[in-house]
């Protein structure tokens, strides 16, 4: 399917507000870029990186009634902090008012916030720009997490959800359990290459 992307960030500007808007032009741009560094179709990742906020600046008693009306279901977490439901909301918008219908673009807007183990190569892509992109600034280790996010997916996963866990500790009743099991896949991960790499050394 075809995509007209100056009508969609024409509809973004209208709905975003301005700092929401930056920030997801900065998504794009950064999921663009890596998409060409890892071979990926680069139109798909221009069009999740901008809309993957698309339902952020609804306002949170809208976000939770409009999930309710179109039966998106919706997790205590989630009921106690509607903020949280912006993916969701995201991707079902994502399909019924702005006609993606490619399962890649919506399951990148729908974990882009709290990943998941076994990522496909867009929802890590959305996930890290998000993460990375050049109006961040706050985040932990963030000038490591950037120059990693080039060299190597799923490390770059296992960091920002290493970081993102140990930060969320501090209120765990905000955690997501996806956040939790996606941080134990990379987390595993990680272990199984590096003891591969031990054995490889020993033999």
């Known amino acids: 399917m075809q995509y007209n992307i100056e009508k969609i960030k024409q509809n973004l500007k209208r709905k975003l507000n301005s700092d929401r808007y930056e920030h997801t032009i900065s998504v794009a741009y950064i999921a663009i870029a890596l998409a060409m560094r890892y071979d990926y179709d680069i139109k798909k990742a221009e069009i999740a990186g901008l809309l993957h906020d698309c339902a952020k600046c609804i306002p949170d008693d809208t ?3 409009k999930c309710m009306k179109y039966n998106i279901s919706i997790s205590d977490i989630e009921r106690e902090n509607p903020y949280l439901l912006h993916a969701k909301l995201g991707a079902f918008l994502a ?3 702005y006609r993606v219908d490619d399962k890649d ?3 990148a807007i729908l974990y882009h ?3 998941r183990p076994s990522m496909s190569t867009l929802e890590k892509i959305i996930y890290i720009a998000d993460y990375i992109e050049p109006n961040r600034t706050k985040a932990f280790n963030l000038s490591e997490v950037r120059r990693i996010a080039f060299v190597d997916l799923d490390l770059t996963m296992y ?3 290493r970081d993102t866990v140990e ?3 501090k209120n765990p009743k905000n955690i997501d359990v996806m956040t ?3 941080y134990e896949y990379y987390d595993f991960l990680q272990k199984e290459k590096s003891n591969f790499l031990k054995n490889e050394e020993e033999d």
């Open 180 to 182: 939790i099991k996606a």
């Open 167 to 169: 930060y969320l500790k």
């Open 159 to 161: 960091l920002i959800l």
């Open 95 to 97: 399909m019924n008012k």
């Open 113 to 115: 916030t709290t990943g």
């Open 63 to 65: 976000k939770l009634s």
């Open 105 to 107: 673009i919506v399951s």
